[in-house]
């Protein structure tokens, strides 16, 4: 195995994340993730910092590395356990990457009204039609359900993924897609037949 590498005591507790906030004990740790988390959790998360946009996922994606790492049956077999270490946290930062360009750029409501306003201060009849347009959306989103709404306004206004509106409405994630498709659904049909 790799230089360095201690066999870890049983009391020995698997520190992830950015300032060793969590222990998470173990009766038998894996004493390769241990050793890689001590070892190499500092380059680990400058390795993510580089690579994504939005440093709060830092944290995430390094525990999801180390969880991948715990899960190998025989680690013994690996020969360069910093390499493998890495070689995960290339796929992590890939599907990661992945992801966020298949979510939908979130849309500042407050912001796009500013500029539309801005837009529009110098010609009546366009801030009269931004006017409308913008009583048609509301009128649209007041015919959804509550959680289609909810759902709704949390991925377009707030940005959320589907997966964090799962959790913050307490739904099942495929429900959470279901409720959004069905926001623009109902809304493209509101408009379109108001226009």
């Known amino acids: 195995m790799g230089r360095g590498y201690k066999s870890p005591k049983a009391s020995d507790h698997l520190y992830i994340g950015p300032h060793d906030l969590s222990p998470v004990p173990s009766d038998k740790p894996s004493s390769l993730a241990?050793?890689?988390?001590?070892s190499?959790?500092?380059?680990l998360r400058r390795f993510f910092s580089a690579r994504v946009r939005n440093l709060s996922d830092v944290p995430d994606?390094?525990?999801?590395?180390?969880l991948r790492m715990l899960r190998i049956p025989d680690s013994e077999?690996?020969?360069?356990?910093?390499a493998y270490l890495f070689t995960v946290a290339l796929h992590v930062a890939q599907q990661h990457a992945i992801?966020?360009?298949?979510?939908?750029?979130?849309?500042?409501?407050?912001?796009?009204?500013?500029?539309?306003?801005?837009?529009?201060?110098a010609d009546p009849a366009l801030q009269a039609h931004a006017e409308q347009?913008?009583?048609e959306l509301s009128r649209?989103?007041?015919?959804?359900?509550?959680?289609?709404?909810?759902?709704?306004?949390?991925?377009?206004h707030y940005g959320m993924t589907l997966q964090e509106?799962?959790?913050?409405?307490?739904?099942?994630?495929?429900?959470?897609?279901?409720?959004?498709?069905?926001?623009?659904?109902?809304?493209?049909?509101?408009l379109d037949a108001t226009e």
């Open 34 to 38: 241990v050793f890689l988390v001590r």
């Open 165 to 190: 509106i799962s959790q913050e409405l307490g739904i099942s994630f495929p429900m959470a897609k279901k409720y959004l498709a069905k926001a623009l659904y109902q809304v493209r049909q509101h």
């Open 61 to 66: 994606l390094t525990q999801e590395v180390f």
């Open 77 to 82: 077999a690996i020969r360069s356990p910093e």
């Open 99 to 121: 992801q966020e360009s298949a979510a939908p750029p979130a849309v500042e409501v407050g912001e796009l009204l500013a500029q539309l306003h801005a837009a529009t201060d």
């Open 40 to 43: 190499q959790g500092r380059k």
């Open 140 to 156: 649209a989103l007041e015919r959804l359900s509550p959680k289609v709404r909810a759902t709704f306004i949390l991925h377009r």
């Open 133 to 135: 347009c913008f009583e």
